[in-house]
């Protein structure tokens, strides 16, 4: 997205886009709020990879939660 769209575009379709991939995983709101704050491509890139490294020691599956459950909510603070 950042190299289609360019640098500035990017970063805000990519806001968009990671948002929405990750809103039923566990963190996934936490993750967004981040990299909503973020300005930069490599900052984003960066603020994914950490999240998906610490879901993948949970094992190689995703969990997935429903938003706004109380599981949810509980693996946001652990995935965080």
Do not use: D, M
Not at 13 to 38: D, M
Not at 45 to 61: Q, T
């Amino acid at each position: 997205l950042h190299e289609f769209y360019g640098a500035e575009a990017g970063v805000r379709v990519a806001r968009k886009h990671i948002g929405w991939y990750v809103r039923e995983l566990p963190g996934g709101e936490a993750l967004r709020q981040r990299v909503n704050a973020l300005q930069g491509a490599s900052e984003q890139a960066v603020e994914v990879s950490i999240y998906f490294a610490r879901l993948a020691e949970g094992g190689e599956r995703l969990r997935y939660a429903p938003a706004g459950t109380a599981a949810n909510e509980t693996l946001s603070r652990l995935a965080a």
